[in-house]
Protein backbone atom coordinates (compact mmCIF):
# COMPACT_ATOMS: atom_id res chain seq x y z
CA UNK A 1 0.00 0.00 0.00
CA UNK A 2 1.52 3.12 -1.42
CA UNK A 3 2.34 6.33 1.45
CA UNK A 4 -0.37 9.13 0.70
CA UNK A 5 0.87 12.36 0.08
CA UNK A 6 -0.74 15.74 -0.08
CA UNK A 7 1.47 18.90 -1.59
CA UNK A 8 -0.12 22.40 -0.64
CA UNK A 9 1.20 25.26 -2.95
CA UNK A 10 -0.59 28.03 -5.38
CA UNK A 11 2.83 28.33 -7.28
CA UNK A 12 1.78 25.84 -9.61
CA UNK A 13 5.02 25.30 -11.54
CA UNK A 14 6.74 24.35 -7.61
CA UNK A 15 3.96 21.92 -6.74
CA UNK A 16 3.71 19.71 -9.88
CA UNK A 17 7.44 19.52 -9.56
CA UNK A 18 7.13 18.57 -6.22
CA UNK A 19 4.37 15.86 -7.15
CA UNK A 20 6.53 14.96 -10.34
CA UNK A 21 10.16 14.23 -7.75
CA UNK A 22 7.47 12.34 -4.81
CA UNK A 23 6.11 10.77 -7.78
CA UNK A 24 9.24 8.74 -8.02
CA UNK A 25 9.77 7.84 -4.30
CA UNK A 26 6.42 5.64 -4.64
CA UNK A 27 4.04 7.72 -3.22
CA UNK A 28 0.55 8.44 -3.67
CA UNK A 29 -0.06 11.90 -4.47
CA UNK A 30 -2.74 14.95 -3.82
CA UNK A 31 -2.38 18.62 -4.63
CA UNK A 32 -4.08 21.88 -3.55
CA UNK A 33 -3.77 25.59 -4.30
CA UNK A 34 -5.14 26.55 -1.10
CA UNK A 35 -6.55 26.04 2.45
CA UNK A 36 -10.24 25.52 1.45
CA UNK A 37 -9.06 22.32 -1.01
CA UNK A 38 -6.74 20.57 1.05
CA UNK A 39 -9.12 20.61 4.09
CA UNK A 40 -11.81 19.03 1.19
CA UNK A 41 -8.56 16.16 -0.10
CA UNK A 42 -8.25 15.47 3.86
CA UNK A 43 -12.01 14.82 4.82
CA UNK A 44 -12.00 12.61 1.88
CA UNK A 45 -8.55 10.84 1.54
CA UNK A 46 -6.75 9.03 4.27
CA UNK A 47 -3.09 11.40 4.12
CA UNK A 48 -0.07 10.45 5.69
CA UNK A 49 2.20 13.37 5.45
CA UNK A 50 1.00 17.27 3.96
CA UNK A 51 3.92 19.28 2.60
CA UNK A 52 2.49 22.78 3.07
CA UNK A 53 3.52 26.27 1.75
CA UNK A 54 3.48 28.55 4.60
CA UNK A 55 1.80 31.91 2.48
CA UNK A 56 -1.45 30.53 0.55
CA UNK A 57 -3.94 32.75 -1.07
CA UNK A 58 -7.08 31.73 1.65
CA UNK A 59 -4.73 31.44 5.10
CA UNK A 60 -1.75 30.57 6.79
CA UNK A 61 -0.02 27.36 6.53
CA UNK A 62 1.15 27.87 10.27
CA UNK A 63 -2.23 28.45 11.19
CA UNK A 64 -3.43 25.22 8.64
CA UNK A 65 -1.06 22.72 10.66
CA UNK A 66 -3.12 23.77 13.70
CA UNK A 67 -6.74 22.67 11.91
CA UNK A 68 -5.01 19.74 10.40
CA UNK A 69 -3.80 18.14 13.63
CA UNK A 70 -7.08 19.06 15.97
CA UNK A 71 -9.04 17.37 13.39
CA UNK A 72 -6.17 14.46 12.13
CA UNK A 73 -3.63 14.62 14.75
CA UNK A 74 -2.37 11.76 12.80
CA UNK A 75 -1.22 13.40 9.83
CA UNK A 76 2.06 14.71 10.18
CA UNK A 77 2.62 18.05 8.48
CA UNK A 78 6.03 19.72 7.14
CA UNK A 79 5.93 23.60 6.74
CA UNK A 80 8.01 25.23 3.72
CA UNK A 81 8.58 28.87 3.08
CA UNK A 82 10.23 31.08 0.97
CA UNK A 83 11.51 33.28 3.60
CA UNK A 84 11.87 31.92 7.30
CA UNK A 85 11.92 33.70 10.38
CA UNK A 86 12.29 32.43 13.99
CA UNK A 87 8.77 33.37 15.20
CA UNK A 88 6.91 31.70 12.51
CA UNK A 89 9.25 28.29 12.99
CA UNK A 90 8.54 28.09 16.83
CA UNK A 91 4.88 28.78 16.52
CA UNK A 92 4.76 25.79 13.77
CA UNK A 93 6.02 23.57 15.92
CA UNK A 94 4.14 24.49 18.86
CA UNK A 95 1.07 24.18 16.21
CA UNK A 96 2.30 20.52 15.71
CA UNK A 97 4.85 20.74 12.64
CA UNK A 98 6.61 17.55 11.93
CA UNK A 99 9.71 20.10 10.76
CA UNK A 100 9.74 23.76 9.18
CA UNK A 101 12.18 24.34 6.45
CA UNK A 102 13.45 27.04 4.10
CA UNK A 103 12.41 26.15 0.20
CA UNK A 104 15.63 26.12 -2.26
CA UNK A 105 18.17 26.39 0.63
CA UNK A 106 16.48 22.80 2.53
CA UNK A 107 15.40 20.95 -0.94
CA UNK A 108 17.43 17.99 -0.63
CA UNK A 109 15.91 17.33 3.11
CA UNK A 110 12.80 16.99 2.02
CA UNK A 111 12.15 13.23 0.83
CA UNK A 112 14.24 12.32 3.69
CA UNK A 113 11.85 14.63 5.79
CA UNK A 114 9.04 12.88 4.14
CA UNK A 115 10.03 9.42 5.15
CA UNK A 116 10.97 10.23 8.48
CA UNK A 117 7.35 11.40 9.16
CA UNK A 118 5.99 8.81 7.66
CA UNK A 119 7.98 6.54 9.79
CA UNK A 120 6.95 8.28 13.02
CA UNK A 121 3.06 8.31 12.08
CA UNK A 122 3.44 4.10 11.54
CA UNK A 123 4.96 3.89 14.93
CA UNK A 124 2.14 5.97 16.54
CA UNK A 125 0.01 3.95 14.63
CA UNK A 126 1.52 0.48 15.49
CA UNK A 127 0.98 1.98 19.35
CA UNK A 128 -2.30 2.42 18.91
CA UNK A 129 -2.99 -1.25 17.99
CA UNK A 130 -0.99 -2.20 20.40
CA UNK A 131 -2.77 -0.43 22.79
CA UNK A 132 -6.21 -1.34 21.66
CA UNK A 133 -5.04 -5.03 22.13
CA UNK A 134 -3.71 -4.79 25.45
CA UNK A 135 -7.12 -3.23 26.58
CA UNK A 136 -9.09 -6.30 24.77
CA UNK A 137 -6.53 -8.93 26.55
CA UNK A 138 -6.94 -7.28 29.92
CA UNK A 139 -10.74 -6.75 29.78
CA UNK A 140 -13.30 -8.63 31.32
CA UNK A 141 -14.69 -9.58 27.64
CA UNK A 142 -11.16 -11.53 27.66
CA UNK A 143 -12.36 -13.76 30.82
CA UNK A 144 -13.90 -16.89 29.40
CA UNK A 145 -16.60 -18.70 30.44
CA UNK A 146 -20.32 -18.28 30.65
CA UNK A 147 -20.92 -20.94 34.02
CA UNK A 148 -23.10 -19.95 36.96
CA UNK A 149 -19.49 -19.27 39.29
CA UNK A 150 -17.25 -17.73 36.61
CA UNK A 151 -19.89 -14.87 35.55
CA UNK A 152 -20.59 -14.04 39.62
CA UNK A 153 -16.40 -14.09 40.16
CA UNK A 154 -16.70 -11.31 36.90
CA UNK A 155 -19.86 -9.08 37.98
CA UNK A 156 -18.05 -8.68 41.57
CA UNK A 157 -14.70 -7.93 40.07
CA UNK A 158 -16.69 -5.48 37.11
CA UNK A 159 -18.22 -3.93 40.60
CA UNK A 160 -15.11 -3.10 42.41
CA UNK A 161 -12.56 -2.28 39.79
CA UNK A 162 -14.06 1.50 39.45
CA UNK A 163 -13.03 1.78 43.32
CA UNK A 164 -9.84 2.00 44.93
CA UNK A 165 -10.63 -0.46 47.58
CA UNK A 166 -8.40 -3.21 48.17
CA UNK A 167 -9.39 -6.66 46.42
CA UNK A 168 -8.53 -10.49 47.65
CA UNK A 169 -8.40 -12.89 44.76
CA UNK A 170 -8.74 -16.89 45.75
CA UNK A 171 -8.70 -20.09 44.68
CA UNK A 172 -6.56 -22.81 43.01
CA UNK A 173 -3.68 -22.14 41.32
CA UNK A 174 -4.28 -21.91 37.67
CA UNK A 175 -7.95 -20.22 37.71
CA UNK A 176 -6.46 -16.92 36.41
CA UNK A 177 -5.96 -14.34 39.46
CA UNK A 178 -3.56 -12.37 37.31
CA UNK A 179 -6.17 -12.58 34.63
CA UNK A 180 -8.36 -10.76 37.03
CA UNK A 181 -5.98 -8.43 38.67
CA UNK A 182 -4.85 -6.98 35.19
CA UNK A 183 -8.62 -6.85 34.24
CA UNK A 184 -9.72 -4.85 37.34
CA UNK A 185 -6.28 -2.71 36.77
CA UNK A 186 -7.16 -1.76 33.20
CA UNK A 187 -10.66 -0.95 34.28
CA UNK A 188 -10.42 1.35 37.04
CA UNK A 189 -9.13 5.58 37.07
CA UNK A 190 -5.17 3.93 37.58
CA UNK A 191 -5.48 1.78 34.15
CA UNK A 192 -2.91 4.88 32.81
CA UNK A 193 -0.29 4.23 35.43
CA UNK A 194 2.03 1.28 36.18
CA UNK A 195 0.21 -1.94 37.10
CA UNK A 196 3.20 -4.20 38.99
CA UNK A 197 3.03 -8.06 39.79
CA UNK A 198 4.72 -9.85 42.43
CA UNK A 199 5.02 -13.69 43.20
CA UNK A 200 6.02 -13.46 46.75
CA UNK A 201 6.96 -17.19 47.04
CA UNK A 202 9.97 -16.39 44.20
CA UNK A 203 12.03 -14.57 46.89
CA UNK A 204 14.04 -15.11 49.73
CA UNK A 205 13.04 -12.64 52.72
CA UNK A 206 15.59 -10.74 51.98
CA UNK A 207 15.44 -9.81 48.85
CA UNK A 208 11.52 -9.46 49.12
CA UNK A 209 11.75 -6.66 51.13
CA UNK A 210 13.54 -5.12 49.38
CA UNK A 211 12.36 -5.80 45.90
CA UNK A 212 8.93 -4.70 47.63
CA UNK A 213 9.83 -1.63 49.78
CA UNK A 214 13.18 -0.67 47.99
CA UNK A 215 17.09 -0.05 50.04
CA UNK A 216 19.64 2.42 50.31
CA UNK A 217 22.91 1.44 49.21
CA UNK A 218 25.14 0.15 52.25
CA UNK A 219 21.83 -1.05 53.68
CA UNK A 220 23.24 -4.64 53.26
CA UNK A 221 25.89 -6.84 51.26
CA UNK A 222 25.82 -5.96 47.68
CA UNK A 223 23.29 -2.92 48.06
CA UNK A 224 25.93 -0.64 45.91
CA UNK A 225 22.97 1.90 45.18
CA UNK A 226 19.76 3.11 46.15
CA UNK A 227 16.89 1.29 44.77
CA UNK A 228 13.26 1.69 44.52
CA UNK A 229 10.99 -1.21 45.70
CA UNK A 230 7.76 -2.29 43.70
CA UNK A 231 5.60 -0.18 45.94
CA UNK A 232 7.32 3.36 44.94
CA UNK A 233 7.44 1.97 41.31
CA UNK A 234 3.40 1.61 41.57
CA UNK A 235 2.74 4.90 43.00
CA UNK A 236 -0.60 5.79 41.69
CA UNK A 237 -0.66 2.53 40.32
CA UNK A 238 -1.39 -1.05 40.85
CA UNK A 239 0.53 -3.66 43.12
CA UNK A 240 -0.51 -7.12 42.19
CA UNK A 241 1.05 -9.31 44.85
CA UNK A 242 0.43 -12.89 43.99
CA UNK A 243 1.03 -16.00 46.35
CA UNK A 244 0.64 -13.70 49.69
CA UNK A 245 0.23 -16.59 51.89
CA UNK A 246 3.93 -17.35 51.23
CA UNK A 247 4.76 -13.68 53.04
CA UNK A 248 7.11 -13.33 55.99
CA UNK A 249 5.33 -12.68 59.05
CA UNK A 250 7.28 -10.31 59.77
CA UNK A 251 6.82 -8.62 56.56
CA UNK A 252 3.30 -8.66 56.86
CA UNK A 253 3.29 -6.25 59.23
CA UNK A 254 5.07 -3.68 57.35
CA UNK A 255 2.01 -4.49 54.54
CA UNK A 256 -0.69 -3.82 57.32
CA UNK A 257 0.60 -0.41 57.72
CA UNK A 258 0.88 0.43 53.96
CA UNK A 259 -2.50 -0.50 53.65
CA UNK A 260 -3.46 1.28 56.33
CA UNK A 261 -1.38 4.67 55.89
CA UNK A 262 0.17 4.64 52.54
CA UNK A 263 3.66 4.80 54.26
CA UNK A 264 6.89 2.12 54.45
CA UNK A 265 10.44 2.48 55.23
CA UNK A 266 12.94 1.20 52.16
CA UNK A 267 15.55 -1.07 53.87
CA UNK A 268 18.02 0.60 55.73
CA UNK A 269 16.43 3.93 56.06
CA UNK A 270 14.57 5.36 59.24
CA UNK A 271 12.37 8.06 56.97
CA UNK A 272 9.01 7.62 56.10
CA UNK A 273 8.66 6.82 51.91
CA UNK A 274 4.87 7.25 51.02
CA UNK A 275 2.82 5.65 48.05
CA UNK A 276 -0.77 6.16 46.42
CA UNK A 277 -1.03 2.13 45.69
CA UNK A 278 -4.28 0.31 44.89
CA UNK A 279 -3.13 -3.42 46.17
CA UNK A 280 -4.65 -6.15 44.59
CA UNK A 281 -3.47 -9.82 46.64
CA UNK A 282 -3.89 -13.33 45.66
CA UNK A 283 -3.61 -16.90 47.18
CA UNK A 284 -4.33 -20.43 46.85
CA UNK A 285 -4.30 -20.83 50.87
CA UNK A 286 -6.69 -21.54 53.29
CA UNK A 287 -6.66 -17.93 55.49
CA UNK A 288 -8.24 -19.47 57.90
CA UNK A 289 -6.12 -21.90 58.25
CA UNK A 290 -2.68 -20.00 57.98
CA UNK A 291 -4.28 -17.67 60.78
CA UNK A 292 -5.10 -20.61 62.90
CA UNK A 293 -1.38 -22.09 62.61
CA UNK A 294 -0.36 -18.65 63.44
CA UNK A 295 1.43 -18.22 60.03
CA UNK A 296 -0.86 -15.28 59.04
CA UNK A 297 -1.90 -12.15 60.51
CA UNK A 298 -5.61 -11.92 61.30
CA UNK A 299 -5.72 -8.17 61.29
CA UNK A 300 -4.21 -7.97 57.97
CA UNK A 301 -6.96 -11.16 56.73
CA UNK A 302 -9.70 -8.94 57.48
CA UNK A 303 -8.49 -5.95 55.88
CA UNK A 304 -7.15 -7.40 52.61
CA UNK A 305 -10.62 -9.64 52.41
CA UNK A 306 -13.02 -6.36 53.06
CA UNK A 307 -13.82 -7.20 48.94
CA UNK A 308 -12.85 -11.14 48.23
CA UNK A 309 -13.45 -12.71 44.88
CA UNK A 310 -13.23 -16.74 44.74
CA UNK A 311 -12.43 -17.61 41.41
CA UNK A 312 -13.64 -21.34 40.93
CA UNK A 313 -12.20 -24.50 39.75
CA UNK A 314 -11.94 -25.51 36.23
CA UNK A 315 -14.00 -28.96 37.25
CA UNK A 316 -16.72 -26.54 38.62
CA UNK A 317 -16.72 -25.25 35.17
CA UNK A 318 -17.32 -28.08 32.93
CA UNK A 319 -19.25 -26.08 30.41
CA UNK A 320 -16.59 -23.58 30.01
CA UNK A 321 -14.23 -26.16 28.95
CA UNK A 322 -15.28 -26.41 25.64
CA UNK A 323 -15.10 -22.54 24.77
CA UNK A 324 -11.82 -22.56 26.81
CA UNK A 325 -10.35 -25.33 25.27
CA UNK A 326 -11.15 -23.92 21.35
CA UNK A 327 -9.97 -20.28 22.82
CA UNK A 328 -5.96 -22.25 23.15
CA UNK A 329 -6.63 -24.51 19.65
CA UNK A 330 -6.64 -21.03 17.81
CA UNK A 331 -4.12 -19.60 19.70
CA UNK A 332 -1.27 -22.25 19.20
CA UNK A 333 -2.22 -22.93 15.76
CA UNK A 334 -1.95 -19.52 14.51
CA UNK A 335 1.21 -19.53 16.48
CA UNK A 336 2.43 -22.89 14.52
CA UNK A 337 0.82 -21.80 11.53
CA UNK A 338 -1.32 -25.68 11.35
CA UNK A 339 -4.49 -25.31 10.12
CA UNK A 340 -6.30 -27.20 13.26
CA UNK A 341 -9.78 -25.76 13.48
CA UNK A 342 -12.04 -28.01 15.99
CA UNK A 343 -11.99 -30.56 18.48
CA UNK A 344 -13.49 -33.85 17.97
CA UNK A 345 -16.54 -35.52 20.04
CA UNK A 346 -14.38 -37.92 21.73
CA UNK A 347 -11.44 -35.75 22.67
CA UNK A 348 -13.75 -32.91 23.79
CA UNK A 349 -15.60 -35.43 26.25
CA UNK A 350 -12.31 -36.84 27.65
CA UNK A 351 -11.59 -33.22 28.22
CA UNK A 352 -14.76 -32.65 30.22
CA UNK A 353 -14.17 -35.79 32.22
CA UNK A 354 -10.59 -34.79 33.64
CA UNK A 355 -10.44 -33.39 37.05
CA UNK A 356 -8.29 -30.79 36.37
CA UNK A 357 -5.85 -30.22 39.03
CA UNK A 358 -4.09 -27.48 37.51
CA UNK A 359 -7.12 -25.52 36.19
CA UNK A 360 -7.00 -23.44 33.21
CA UNK A 361 -3.15 -23.08 33.20
CA UNK A 362 -3.16 -27.24 33.01
CA UNK A 363 -5.88 -26.60 29.89
CA UNK A 364 -3.93 -24.23 28.20
CA UNK A 365 -0.76 -26.68 28.36
CA UNK A 366 -2.66 -29.67 26.59
CA UNK A 367 -4.44 -27.77 24.06
CA UNK A 368 -1.01 -26.25 23.54
CA UNK A 369 0.83 -30.04 23.32
CA UNK A 370 -2.17 -31.33 20.85
CA UNK A 371 -1.16 -28.57 18.49
CA UNK A 372 2.22 -29.55 18.55
CA UNK A 373 1.84 -33.46 18.10
CA UNK A 374 -1.74 -33.67 16.05
CA UNK A 375 -1.41 -34.60 12.09
CA UNK A 376 -5.31 -33.78 11.57
CA UNK A 377 -6.97 -30.40 11.03
CA UNK A 378 -9.19 -31.73 14.74
CA UNK A 379 -7.53 -32.50 17.77
CA UNK A 380 -8.29 -35.76 18.31
CA UNK A 381 -7.98 -37.93 21.46
CA UNK A 382 -4.66 -39.66 20.39
CA UNK A 383 -2.80 -36.22 21.06
CA UNK A 384 -3.97 -35.99 24.14
CA UNK A 385 -1.81 -36.83 27.46
CA UNK A 386 -1.99 -40.75 28.03
CA UNK A 387 -3.11 -40.09 31.34
CA UNK A 388 -6.57 -37.96 30.08
CA UNK A 389 -7.14 -40.89 27.21
CA UNK A 390 -7.53 -43.16 30.13
CA UNK A 391 -10.76 -41.08 30.90
CA UNK A 392 -12.24 -42.68 27.66
CA UNK A 393 -12.26 -46.31 29.16
CA UNK A 394 -15.38 -45.73 30.36
CA UNK A 395 -17.48 -42.83 28.50
CA UNK A 396 -20.63 -41.06 30.17
CA UNK A 397 -23.55 -43.15 29.15
CA UNK A 398 -21.60 -46.64 28.57
CA UNK A 399 -22.36 -49.73 30.61
CA UNK A 400 -19.05 -50.55 32.53
CA UNK A 401 -19.17 -53.83 31.23
CA UNK A 402 -19.22 -52.96 27.94
CA UNK A 403 -16.72 -51.05 26.16
CA UNK A 404 -16.41 -49.50 22.63
CA UNK A 405 -14.22 -50.66 20.08
CA UNK A 406 -12.72 -47.06 20.25
CA UNK A 407 -12.73 -47.47 24.09
CA UNK A 408 -10.69 -50.95 23.32
CA UNK A 409 -8.53 -49.12 21.19
CA UNK A 410 -7.52 -46.68 23.89
CA UNK A 411 -6.80 -49.07 25.81
CA UNK A 412 -4.60 -51.06 23.68
CA UNK A 413 -2.84 -47.43 22.89
CA UNK A 414 -2.19 -46.67 26.63
CA UNK A 415 -1.24 -50.28 27.68
CA UNK A 416 1.76 -50.42 25.00
CA UNK A 417 2.98 -47.14 25.50
CA UNK A 418 3.33 -47.72 29.10
CA UNK A 419 5.39 -50.78 28.21
CA UNK A 420 7.49 -49.02 25.66
CA UNK A 421 7.88 -46.81 28.86
CA UNK A 422 9.03 -49.60 31.08
CA UNK A 423 11.58 -50.55 28.61
CA UNK A 424 12.81 -47.63 28.14
CA UNK A 425 11.74 -47.86 24.09
CA UNK A 426 13.43 -50.71 23.44
CA UNK A 427 10.92 -52.34 20.86
CA UNK A 428 12.07 -56.01 21.13
CA UNK A 429 11.61 -56.48 24.68
CA UNK A 430 8.09 -54.61 24.29
CA UNK A 431 6.99 -56.88 22.04
CA UNK A 432 8.02 -60.05 23.91
CA UNK A 433 6.23 -58.67 26.66
CA UNK A 434 3.16 -58.24 24.77
CA UNK A 435 3.95 -61.27 23.35
CA UNK A 436 3.02 -59.72 19.61
CA UNK A 437 5.09 -59.93 16.77
CA UNK A 438 8.27 -56.89 16.53
CA UNK A 439 5.81 -55.70 13.11
CA UNK A 440 2.57 -55.96 15.24
CA UNK A 441 4.54 -53.73 17.54
CA UNK A 442 5.33 -51.07 14.91
CA UNK A 443 2.51 -51.28 12.88
CA UNK A 444 0.70 -50.69 16.61
CA UNK A 445 3.09 -47.41 17.07
CA UNK A 446 2.53 -45.95 13.50
CA UNK A 447 -1.35 -46.50 14.17
CA UNK A 448 -1.45 -44.87 17.31
CA UNK A 449 1.18 -42.50 16.60
CA UNK A 450 2.87 -43.54 19.88
CA UNK A 451 6.92 -42.27 20.30
CA UNK A 452 9.89 -44.06 22.38
Given at each position: MLNKILVIDDEEKLRSLLV???????????????CR?????????????VLCDVKLPDGNGVDLTLT????????????????????????AIKNGAFDYIIKGDDNNKIIPLIHRAIEKR??????????????????????????????????????VAPTDATVLLTGETGTGKEVFANAIHQN?????KNFVAINCSAFSHDLLESEMFGHLAGSFTGALKDKKGLFEEANQGTIFLDELGEL?????????????????????????????????????????????????????YYRLSA?????????????????????FLKMFSDKTNKKIHSITKEALHVLKLHNWPGNIREL????????????????????????????????????????SAFSMASAEKIHIQKVLNYTSGNKAETARLLNIGLATLYRKMDEYNLST
Open positions: RILKLENFELYQAADSALKILDQQSVDVIKQKLPGIEVILLTAYGNIQDGVQSLENRVVVLEAQLEKKYSFEGILGNSKSITEAINLAQKSSRKNPIDLQAKLLRVLESGEFMKVGSSKVTKADVRVIAASNRDFKKEIAAGHFREDLFEIHLPPLRERVKDIEQLSLFKNVMERSVILEGSDSVTLRSLPIELQSNALNPSGEDNNTL
